[in-house]
């Protein structure tokens, strides 16, 4: 089972609050639906990423759960990966 959602709406953010406004959540039960799953967040925020001019931040909460982020910490056209301690 793959679950993907939107933290918070994107509508009406500037690129400027786009870094801090767009998150996806994600939860899979089996690696394949992870690889698949990691990948689409990544590609959906590629260009909220470009036009907020930052990368994405990919954090793993606990196994099978992660949350896609962009991130102002992460260089613009980075994807970055954390373990969440």
């Known amino acids: 089972m793959t679950t993907a959602t ?3 709406p994107v509508a009406a953010v500037t690129a400027v609050e786009a870094a801090d406004a ?3 959540d994600l939860q899979f039960s089996t690696a394949h ?3 698949e799953g990691l990948d689409n967040a990544v590609a959906t925020l ?3 990423a470009t036009d907020a001019a930052c990368g994405i931040l990919v954090t793993r909460l606990h196994p099978g759960r992660f949350t896609v ?3 102002e910490s ?3 056209g980075k994807t ?3 373990i969440a301690a």
């Open 6 to 8: 939107l933290e918070r």
């Open 22 to 24: 767009l998150s996806i």
């Open 33 to 35: 639906e992870m690889h």
């Open 46 to 48: 590629i260009e909220p």
């Open 69 to 71: 982020a962009l991130d």
């Open 74 to 76: 992460v260089p613009f």
């Open 80 to 82: 970055y990966e954390s």
